[in-house]
């Protein structure tokens, strides 16, 4: 007879980290109302009786993560002591590596941007002097932020994939030429001496949804990530996915033009050969919409063009038209893809090349998603841009701060060994 063996049981619980979980479940329950919670609402959402939940706000105030914001209540009764986040409790910084731009931002406690900056992303395959021009900016950003350093709770890096997250390295990014297994949060750390995490840039995206996003960022939904690259994040359930190694997300070899150019997976019309902004500004110099004058294929040459590509499209030139509204079907039919296989609630863009295709993109993509949707008899499917803003990847890496610090975690309640 075959023996069926049996899955290795967890470890169980101990009080210590029972309470440092209730800290966190109780903390993550203020953070998503901003109008803020009465320790009785709080029992009463978090399922904690009203001693431990006196306990524990104690506690996040005497840290300075909550403060009482005023009394509310009408009618007979005592009125409720408000809580909410102190937004001076406690900051991240964020960092956004694309190969076209890197953007920098200090964020507080409750996700607003407190200080932002933007430089081209420095060209050439010297990483070692990319990551010296990065932590430059970061000691800078600080310092102008006024910020109270000893509140700085760490830095979060979002990067190109593939990302090995065990390791903090980028192992060989499209269009960053010599990123070969790179230790970027290590070197990051020691050049900055802050804390750092590293997470590919389109899961970064979805966490900024979920905590700064306000009503788009609930649920389950997808972050398509418009930049130098196209991917896609991904939310179930308020629970960001980052799959096996951290890499979820890779949407590059989906067939969305099977007459299409060859990708170098050797399909046909795949996402990577017919959608990313350098195929497209390619077709426009071929068009003659640009003139292909622009030396290189580096992230920020790729940028210049996408953007005039763009402009010219707004100002009515008719191939430039052709081809952006071409990418938004082609587009509409990956984030259908991912959308029927994970049946969600919505469709978020964002990324840095976004803004070029906002008002192209929500004219069209809505209709051509939810014609192609297999549940459209049963919910429709929203699509909307980004509640974050322009800065989503640099607002989620430091989010992703937040969340390791804050967010209440299975893994909390796991013993070491």
């Known amino acids: 007879m075959t023996e069926i063996r049996q899955p290795t049981a967890r470890r169980g619980t101990n009080l210590p980290r029972m309470g440092d979980f209730n800290l966190t479940v109780i903390l ?74 890197t953007t920098f931002v200090v964020l507080d406690l409750v996700g607003a941007v407190v ?5 081209s992303t420095p060209s050439g395959a ?24 000893t509140r700085i709770a760490g830095m979060g890096v979002a990067s190109p994939g593939p990302i090995d997250l065990e390791e903090g390295a980028v192992v060989d990014p499209p269009l960053l030429p010599g990123w070969h297994r790179v230790p970027l949060r290590d070197a990051l750390a020691a050049a900055t001496g802050l804390s750092t995490l590293v997470d590919k840039d389109v899961t970064s995206a979805a966490v900024a949804e979920t905590w700064a996003g306000g009503p788009s960022g609930a649920g389950s939904f997808i972050f398509m990530y418009m930049g130098t690259g196209i991917g896609c994040g991904l939310v179930l359930n308020d629970e960001v996915v980052r799959g096996t190694s951290g890499n979820a997300g890779d949407i590059g070899h989906i067939v969305v033009d099977p007459g299409g150019a060859l ?141 390791h610090t804050l967010a209440p975690r299975p893994q909390r309640l796991l013993l070491e060994g």
């Open 115 to 119: 200080k932002h900056t933007r430089i």
């Open 263 to 403: 990708c170098d997976c050797g399909l046909r019309g795949c996402v990577k050969s017919s959608c990313l902004p350098q195929v497209l500004v390619a077709q426009a110099e071929e068009a003659g919409v640009l003139d292909g004058s622009r030396e290189g294929t580096s992230g920020p040459a790729i940028q210049e063009g996408f953007a005039e590509l763009c402009a010219k499209a707004d100002a009515g030139d008719p191939k430039a038209s052709e081809i952006l509204d071409r990418s938004a079907v082609l587009v509409a039919r990956a984030v259908s893809v991912v959308t029927n296989a994970l049946d969600v609630d919505r469709v978020v863009f964002g990324g840095p090349f976004w803004s070029g295709l906002a008002a192209r993109y929500l004219e069209r993509v809505p209709e051509l998603v939810r014609d192609n949707s297999a549940t459209r008899e049963i919910h429709a499917i929203e699509v909307v841009g980004t509640g974050v803003g322009e800065d989503v990847g640099a607002v989620g890496a430091a989010c992703l701060v937040l969340e």
């Open 126 to 149: 010297d990483p070692g002097a990319v990551i010296e021009t990065i932590a430059a900016e970061i000691k800078q950003l600080i310092a102008e932020s006024g910020v109270d350093p």
């Open 28 to 101: 993550d329950a203020i953070r998503r109302a901003p109008a803020g919670l009465s320790r009785v609402e709080l029992a009463r959402i978090v399922g904690l009786s009203p001693q431990t939940i006196s306990n524990i706000s104690r506690r996040l105030l005497d840290q300075h993560l909550i403060v009482e914001a005023g009394k509310e209540g009408t009618g007979p009764g005592k009125p409720r002591t408000m809580l909410r986040l102190n937004a001076a409790g406690m900051y991240a910084v964020g960092v956004h590596l694309d190969p076209a731009v």
